[in-house]
């Protein structure tokens, strides 16, 4: 490995540094499992597209079904997350399909 790669590789694990401390500000606040008092690991999901609805039958009814997530099966969006191990609970943030349009709260 020559200079100019090992340089790239140190600014690419910088930047990967740089976007987690961004993505995990506010979850990071998140110290226990809100359900079992486990420990959560911090990582991504990654979706091509979700929908919320408010009850399980939602597609049943016109206007209950709301985009959460932008569909995109070729670039797929990635949400900072919590997951516990021990009760298979999982929260993430999505914070930027906010910003970016897809949900109107
Ligand atoms: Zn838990």
């Not at 999505?94 to 970016?100: A, I, L, P, Q």
Request: aromatic residues 12%; proline residues 5%.
């Amino acid at each position: 490995m020559n200079e100019k790669e090992r340089k790239e590789i140190e600014d690419h694990i910088e930047k990967d540094r740089e976007e987690h401390e961004r993505d995990f500000f506010d979850l990071s606040k998140i110290k226990k499992c809100p359900r079992c008092g486990g420990e959560f690991d911090e990582g991504y999901i990654v979706i091509n597209a979700s929908t919320w609805s408010e009850n399980r039958f939602g597609w049943v009814y016109a206007g209950l079904k709301k985009p959460l997530t932008k569909p995109g099966v070729l670039n797929p969006s990635q949400f900072p997350a919590l997951r516990c191990r021990k009760c298979h609970f999982v929260t993430f943030d999505y914070t930027s399909e906010v910003e970016r349009g897809t949900v109107k709260e």
